[in-house]
């Protein structure tokens, strides 16, 4: 079966850094996402991987390892409106995206 | 940039009626349209992908004459839930391909079914 693993909760402080980990196992792979989501909106495009490595964009950055089906993404100089929930996405050999169940970033003074 | 407006925002309907929810690019022309559903503290589950013209493919689970998406033109997608319940009170979400590997979203439809 196609699995999508992420953290449910994760809290960090304002102006730290935090890590949020996503592995997964797939029917092939042509990408990896990352989302954020504010509770009752639609979730907002962050990043795209397909590639091993680091991409940097701002104050966030995302890894890809295929090799390890794994993913992080790094979030810096956090700030009280980074409190989000953040999905990882995978595509699939079909195009099709699998979704993680997202993990929720609390962000404390 | 690619954008898909989703309408309407909210809705509260009583049991047993007929909600439609639109979707529409409004600077590209969206091919095909995915439908998630997403419960409080869930993931997006997606219910069904639609292409413009043909019949939608469900997802397994999903009750394709309840849900009713129609994809009749390259800009226009739309969800209606039949005799709406309780049970189906919950978040949806239009997305659009744009490109090979891009995705934009609506930005949701809260149901509440009373």
């Known amino acids: 079966g196609q699995n999508i693993d992420q953290p449910t909760e994760m809290t960090a402080t304002e102006g730290a850094i935090v890590q949020i980990n996503c592995t997964y196992q797939?029917?092939?792979?042509?990408?990896l996402f990352w989302y954020q989501q504010h509770a009752g909106e639609a979730p907002t495009f962050l990043s795209y991987?397909?590639l091993d490595g680091l991409e940097e964009k701002g104050r966030f950055s995302s890894f890809l390892s295929r090799s390890k089906g794994y993913s992080y993404l790094l979030l810096k100089e956090l700030q009280m409106k980074d409190s989000a929930s953040y999905l990882c996405a995978v595509m699939d050999s079909n195009y099709q995206l699998i979704w993680g169940a997202g993990t929720k970033l609390i962000i404390k003074p | 940039g690619a954008v898909v407006s989703q309408h309407p925002s909210w809705v509260i309907c009583k049991s047993g009626t007929s909600v439609k929810i639109e979707c529409r690019s409004l600077d590209f022309q969206a091919t095909t349209m995915f439908w998630y559903r997403q419960f409080p503290k869930q993931s997006l589950m997606l219910m069904a992908t639609?292409?413009?013209?043909?019949?939608?493919?469900?997802e397994q689970g999903v009750e394709k004459d309840k849900f009713l998406i129609n994809h009749a033109s390259l800009t226009l997608s739309t969800l209606t839930v039949t005799s709406a319940h309780p049970e189906d009170s919950s978040f949806y979400i239009c997305?659009?391909?744009?490109?090979?590997?891009?995705?934009?979203f609506g930005s949701g439809t809260r149901l509440t079914v009373v």
């Open positions: 797939t029917s092939g792979f042509n990408g």
């Open positions: 991987n397909v």
């Open positions: 639609s292409n413009e013209g043909s019949k939608a493919t469900y």
């Open positions: 997305s659009a391909r744009v490109g090979d590997y891009g995705y934009t």
